[in-house]
């Protein structure tokens, strides 16, 4: 059988039988042609592409421009059309039809394609249409779907789609299944009377009692399904390692490890203590914060050309760390991130709540800016979409973005859904709002406000050298003219000790700006940035540029917020600096109507649309004022209702991935259709149920899955238990058994590697050098130098080089304090990979390459924390004769929680001894770090080379970490062992 015959039998098996073609055109062809083809083939009568006019049976049988009949009755492989959809007669000169590889038909519904045509590709006309669908309409209902109704599509058809109902899971309302009666017996279950061990065998080891934990009732029922036997469970030093990283994000001590193992507790009692104990932990908030920024894409600079600092982005960082720690309802976590200003407004006290103002921030998260190159609205829009599109991702799990230019292609999202939701935000203004700091945030460190101010002054003298050798050239000018000067002279003395509106000394272009006023005559006034060289016009735009920057910087200190308010909107063509809330802004300004935008242009204005939300969820209405403000938190209050199906299902979905690396629903961000489905649909509907049930808790949830069997598991099963799983097909080894369908249904805990935060929090807790301060402003760990100082073009200047903070307290912050700019990233966390915060991470992928053998074995960051755990290894088992092998077993508890087996010491102490050896040998010299770096640049106006310096302020007080030429031999040595720990799987991963 030849490949074409083959596939044709295959189109014509998979084809669901039909009465006839006719009634294949009016079900299939009609509307697949509406879709597909008829944007370029029909819609437009003056813009007929190719020629082929496909709206009716005539048009086609005409044919086009090949002055063919595109179609040929009950022969389909002589038929263009057919040639074309099916891709593969490009050599004959068919182009591929549509021309979009997405848009390519299905293998369906090339099916139908080829049936209508071998059917004699009727085409009824509008009466029989209809009396067709009358006919067959229960039939098809049945077969195609249902229709969902809501606020209305574009077109008639998209309004009547009808969808798959799996499909649509995620609208329904959430039930409350009851909990399967499903129960493992332990394997440690007594021995058969005979006194062999018990066969493997559901039935002997399936019991029909409801589980200890309602969870595992539900994932026993899928294990039972399948005849799956789960691993056994870990055990103590396992699982407290696990519940450690997965609360904290850090390893535990070795002390906490030997408390939690010796306690003599039962298992389970043992394990909810040491939970609750994480809970209160304040890192917990620090690492479960951390999942949350990734969502929302938390930065502290904006992105796009001009990346100018979000200076008071942090106090939004903390707020969430601050949210998790207190245990903040999640329907309130909601309202205060959506509509705190509101909410604040609402309360009527004399100051407003700080917080609450903060929380706002969450609205700003995504990249942004406004120059004076772009256009105004088109940055409105950008902001507006970005706003709307996070909305739909972080708390519904519906990329809205879909919408913006058409009706959803898959969900009951039309793009009037999107507009009206849009419309929600319409008066959503952004601002740096006044809020004290509150008694709990972390203001220490404020003293690193000095370096900012020198380098203002660096810059303000660079423009004050300037002004002079601009006013020492006019005065030439004037001179050489034989002009009278007096009145420049007279200029010079009015501006001289006054401040231009930037806040800097008045100078040569103040003096100019007299003279204009005076009305004196353009030839007698000196030409602008007189006297200057190619040099100098880089320098004045660096300067100049560079306290713009400052302002944004310098509002790190101060107390504002990175917020909203709601208002009309303002007339603003550029930012230029940090923004403020008006005080009549309700009154002055263009109260923004919004329109569906056809294709998303701003200047394609259609009909008008009023705030709502998802119609399609009709089962939960809510109305939303068209008031300026109270907008958000109406629609927070919509999100965060009990009854919304989306809300508690997206947010018990994300904690349970964060928990096992998986998401019950695959694609955290996506409910909608193309989303993976639920793996455990009863399990998160008994999941969401619960968690509003009990107060909307998150850490009631960690409780709940934690103390379950399914997260007590060991990471690895039998070769036994597997050749039990694989004996049913027979068809696979144990060998060639993947491990995915063990991890899917959850029968053995899936290792994962620890993500980059995690790495790097997690060397500096065990070489002892962790700072555990929470929140405050950013810090800034050492970075690879070449990264470091790169030459960064933004706001139309060159970004300051990355300066490490100069004390190690600051630099050895978590993680989660690192300054965080979108344009300069810390290659460490990039090749491990850290998400990037322009857009939402709903899960973080580990990639396995060999930059990261580089990162974490060659690295100078990895060997500076090799040898203060050294040190430290050395410091707590001192190294007296005969206690070396204690310093070995010091370093395995610290890093692996446990003691070394008795191979791993006699290699560990070789190495220690090869390395002292060869390191006697060496010699190493402490670099002092950079205190400038000169760049060379082509400067702008004149196309010319210059350079210019710009200097390191924070290395002046830069006090470095313990060196290799601090360290003696035997130090360097054990370093050398301590660099080969930190690069094991066992620190490296979580099993």
């Known amino acids: 059988m030849n490949p074409r015959t083959a596939a044709t039998l295959f189109l014509v098996l998979i084809l669901p039988p039909l009465a006839s073609a006719e009634e294949l055109f009016a079900r299939r062809i009609q509307p697949l042609f509406k879709e597909k083809c008829l944007a370029c083939h029909g819609d437009d009568s003056r813009k007929i592409k190719g020629g082929l006019d496909m709206r009716t049976?005539?048009?086609?049988?005409?044919?086009?421009?090949?002055?063919?009949?595109?179609?040929?009755?009950?022969?389909?492989?002589?038929?263009?059309?057919?040639?074309?959809?099916?891709?593969?007669?490009?050599?004959?000169?068919?182009?591929?039809?549509?021309?979009?590889?997405?848009?390519?038909?299905?293998?369906?519904?090339?099916?139908?394609?080829?049936?209508?045509?071998?059917?004699?590709?009727?085409?009824?006309?509008?009466?029989?249409?209809?009396?067709?669908?009358?006919?067959?309409?229960?039939?098809?209902?049945?077969?195609?779907?249902?229709?969902?109704k809501t606020s209305g599509g574009l077109s008639a058809e998209w309004t009547n789609r009808r969808y798959k109902p799996e499909n649509?899971?995620?609208?329904?309302?959430?039930?409350?299944?009851?909990?399967?009666?499903?129960?493992?017996?332990?394997?440690?279950?007594?021995?058969?009377?005979?006194?062999?061990?018990?066969?493997?065998?559901?039935?002997?080891?399936?019991?029909?009692?409801?589980?200890?934990?309602?969870?595992?009732?539900?994932?026993?029922?899928?294990?039972?399904?399948?005849?799956?036997?789960?691993?056994?469970?870990?055990?103590?030093?396992?699982?407290?390692?696990?519940?450690?990283?997965?609360?904290?994000?850090l390893p535990p001590t070795p002390e906490e490890v030997s408390a939690f193992v010796q306690d003599k507790d039962s298992d389970g009692k043992a394990f909810a203590k040491l939970v609750d104990r994480l809970l209160a932990s304040p890192h917990y908030g620090e690492h479960w914060g951390r999942h949350w920024l990734d969502v929302v894409r938390y930065a502290d600079s904006s992105g796009f050309a001009n990346d100018y600092a979000r200076g008071s982005t942090w106090r939004y960082r903390d707020y969430v760390v601050r949210a998790f720690n207190s245990d903040k309802p999640y329907d309130q976590f909601i309202r205060e991130q959506l509509a705190g200003d509101e909410l604040a407004e609402a309360s009527q006290l004399s100051t407003l709540d700080s917080q609450l103002l903060v929380a706002t921030g969450f609205l700003r998260m995504g990249p942004w800016e406004l120059t004076g190159m772009e256009v105004a609205k088109v940055a409105r829009q950008r902001f507006l979409d970005d706003v709307t599109d996070s909305v739909g991702q972080v708390f519904l799990a519906h990329p809205l973005q879909c919408a913006r230019c058409h009706d959803h292609k898959f969900d009951p999202v039309p793009t009037r859904d999107y507009y009206s939701f849009q419309a929600v935000f319409s008066t959503t203004q952004m601002a740096d709002r006044p809020a004290e700091f509150l008694p709990g945030e972390n203001i220490d460190g404020f003293e690193e406000k000095k370096n900012l101010e020198q380098r203002r002054e660096f810059y303000l003298a660079q423009l004050k050298r300037l002004d002079d050798k601009s006013l020492a050239a006019a005065r030439a000018w004037y001179a050489e003219r034989k002009l009278d000067a007096k009145v420049f002279e007279q200029a010079v003395e009015e501006v001289t000790g006054k401040t231009d509106k930037r806040g800097r000394e008045a100078g040569y272009s103040e003096v100019r700006a007299v003279l204009t006023r005076r009305g004196l005559p353009e030839a007698q006034i000196p030409p602008k940035l007189i006297g200057f060289t190619p040099e100098d016009y880089g320098h004045e735009r660096i300067a100049r540029k560079g306290l713009e920057r400052l302002k944004w910087e310098l509002e790190r200190?101060?107390?504002?917020?990175?917020?909203?308010?709601?208002?009309?909107?303002?007339?603003?063509?550029?930012?230029?600096?940090?923004?403020?809330?008006?005080?009549?802004?309700?009154?002055?300004?263009?109260?923004?109507?919004?329109?569906?935008?056809?294709?998303?242009?701003?200047?394609?204005?259609?009909?008008?649309?009023?705030?709502?939300?998802?119609?399609?969820?009709?089962?939960?209405?809510?109305?939303?004022?068209?008031?300026?403000?109270?907008?958000?938190?109406?629609?927070?209050?919509?999100?965060?209702?009990?009854?919304?199906?989306?809300?508690?299902?997206?947010?018990?979905?994300?904690?349970?991935?964060?928990?096992?690396?998986?998401?019950?629903?695959?694609?955290?961000?996506?409910?909608g259709a193309t989303g993976k489905k639920p793996t455990h649909p009863e399990l998160l509907n008994w999941l969401a149920a619960t968690f509003v049930e009990r107060g909307w808790s998150v850490k009631a949830m960690h409780r709940l899955i934690m103390s379950s069997e399914a997260y007590r598991r060991g990471a690895v099963i039998s070769e036994e238990v597997i050749s039990n799983q694989s004996a049913k097909g027979a068809a696979k080894s144990p060998s060639q058994l993947s491990t995915d369908s063990l991890i899917t249904n959850y029968s053995l805990f899936n290792p994962r590697r620890l993500t980059a935060e995690e790495l790097r929090d997690a060397m500096l807790r065990v070489s002892g050098e962790l700072n555990p301060a929470l929140g405050g402003i950013p810090v800034r760990p050492e970075m690879n130098l070449e990264a470091a100082l790169q030459p960064r073009q933004v706001m139309g200047t060159f970004a300051e080089a990355w300066q490490p903070s100069p004390k190690p307290e600051q630099r050895h912050r978590r993680s989660l304090y690192a300054l965080k700019i979108r344009g300069l990233g810390d290659p460490f966390m990039e090749v491990f990979n850290a998400p990037s915060p322009d857009l939402s991470c709903e899960a973080r992928e580990a990639s396995t390459v060999t930059p990261q053998v580089f990162a974490l074995f060659n690295s100078k960051a990895t060997y500076d924390r090799a040898l203060a755990f050294a040190s430290r290894a050395l410091r707590e088992r001192a190294a007296a004769s005969g206690q070396r092998p204690a310093v070995i077993e010091r370093a395995f508890q610290l890093a692996f929680n446990r003691a070394p087996k008795p191979d791993e010491l006699k290699t560990c102490l070789a190495?220690?001894?090869?390395?002292?050896?060869?390191?006697?040998?060496?010699?190493?010299?402490?670099?002092?770090?950079?205190?400038?770096?000169?760049?060379?640049?082509?400067?702008?106006?004149?196309?010319?080379?210059?350079?210019?310096?710009?200097?390191?302020?924070?290395?002046?007080?830069?006090?470095?970490?313990?060196?290799?030429?601090?360290?003696?031999?035997?130090?360097?040595?054990?370093?050398?062992?301590?660099?080969?720990?930190?690069?094991?799987?066992?620190?490296?991963?979580?099993?």
Not at 85 to 101: F, L, S, Y
Not at 215 to 242: C, E, H, S, V
Not at 934 to 944: L, Q, Y
Request: proline fraction near 9%; aromatic fraction near 8%; include cysteine.
């Open 57 to 148: 049976r005539a048009g086609l049988l005409k044919g086009g421009e090949s002055e063919k009949p595109s179609v040929v009755p009950g022969k389909p492989d002589a038929s263009p059309l057919w040639l074309a959809v099916t891709r593969e007669h490009v050599d004959e000169n068919w182009a591929a039809m549509p021309p979009k590889e997405n848009d390519k038909l299905t293998k369906e519904q090339l099916a139908w394609v080829k049936e209508w045509i071998t059917g004699g590709a009727p085409w009824p006309d509008a009466n029989r249409l209809a009396e067709i669908s009358k006919a067959n309409a229960d039939k098809w209902s049945a077969e195609d779907g249902i229709t969902v």
């Open 168 to 249: 649509l899971w995620a609208y329904q309302p959430v039930r409350k299944p009851a909990v399967p009666a499903v129960s493992i017996q332990s394997r440690s279950a007594q021995p058969a009377a005979s006194g062999a061990p018990s066969p493997l065998k559901t039935e002997h080891w399936i019991l029909n009692t409801l589980p200890a934990n309602p969870i595992d009732g539900f994932i026993n029922q899928k294990l039972a399904t399948a005849n799956a036997r789960p691993a056994p469970l870990a055990d103590r030093r396992t699982l407290i390692r696990r519940a450690t990283f997965d609360l904290l994000g």
């Open 911 to 991: 190495h220690w001894d090869a390395m002292t050896v060869r390191h006697r040998t060496l010699k190493f010299e402490t670099a002092a770090p950079p205190r400038s770096v000169t760049r060379e640049a082509v400067e702008e106006n004149t196309g010319e080379k210059f350079k210019f310096t710009e200097p390191l302020e924070a290395a002046a007080d830069f006090v470095p970490d313990l060196q290799p030429a601090g360290a003696s031999p035997e130090l360097r040595g054990l370093a050398e062992v301590c660099l080969v720990l930190l690069n094991a799987n066992e620190f490296a991963y979580v099993y």
């Open 557 to 671: 200190f101060e107390p504002v917020a990175f917020a909203v308010y709601g208002g009309r909107t303002p007339e603003v063509k550029a930012v230029v600096n940090p923004m403020r809330m008006p005080a009549n802004r309700v009154a002055i300004g263009e109260l923004e109507e919004t329109c569906i935008l056809t294709g998303g242009d701003p200047f394609s204005p259609a009909a008008k649309v009023a705030p709502g939300a998802l119609s399609a969820i009709t089962h939960h209405a809510s109305r939303i004022t068209n008031s300026i403000t109270g907008r958000r938190l109406d629609l927070a209050n919509w999100i965060a209702a009990p009854d919304n199906p989306l809300t508690a299902r997206v947010m018990v979905n994300r904690i349970w991935q964060w928990h096992f690396g998986q998401a019950l629903a695959g694609n955290p961000n996506n409910f």
